[in-house]
């Protein structure tokens, strides 16, 4: 005997796909200039000095950018952020909301990215990391980048003292 329909019955085939789809976190191109504020705020939860909603809106509008956002639901959950310049690009920047630290997702932010960089041409990938940022270090060496230099220095750091950074490249097949 067919059990009769719950009067709820939208409500609980919306939950299933919520349960099913909308808790599975995903990885898209990032061009909506109107996201700014949502990347100033994740930006300022990594980095002493955060770069403003108008830098970002800037970069987004420019074509040289390619970015892109790791999102779960409705949430912007990180992003990834390059310049291109012909057959290379530079990461700017990438950040993953700390809530979101420590499962694996950066992997597939930068693996989607790094894609989507080849796929428009790109040979080379170069970025500067701060030497003692041992997840960021670990993120890009499973990624395929090698040190090639290191700037002392670069970075000031709270307490006045500064860090060096570390240049690597990767390339891209
Ligand atoms: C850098 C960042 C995107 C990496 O994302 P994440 O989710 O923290 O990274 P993961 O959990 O995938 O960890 C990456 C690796 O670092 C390791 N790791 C994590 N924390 C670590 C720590 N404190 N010390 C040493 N290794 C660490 C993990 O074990 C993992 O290694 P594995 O693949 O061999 O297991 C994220 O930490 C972040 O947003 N940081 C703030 C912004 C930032 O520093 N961006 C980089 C600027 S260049």
Known sequence: MNRPLSPFWALDWWSAWWDAWGATPFVAPLRDAGQARALEKLHAT??????????F????????????????????L???LSRKAVDEAEIL?????????????STRLLRD??????FGGVRTVHLEVDEGNAPALK????????RVGERKGYYPLPDGSRATALTMSATLS
């Not at 993120?139 to 090698?146: E, I, K, T």
């Open 139 to 146: 993120l890009y060496q499973r990624a395929g980048f090698v």
């Open 93 to 105: 920047t990438i950040v993953l909301a700390p809530s979101a630290r420590g499962g694996g997702h």
């Open 78 to 80: 990180g992003f990834v």
């Open 46 to 55: 990594a980095f002493a000095r955060p770069w403003a909603a108008h830098e």
């Open 113 to 118: 990215h790094l894609t989507a960089l080849a």
């Open 57 to 76: 809106e800037r970069l987004l509008c420019e074509r040289s950018t390619e970015a892109h956002a790791l999102w779960r639901g409705g949430s912007m």
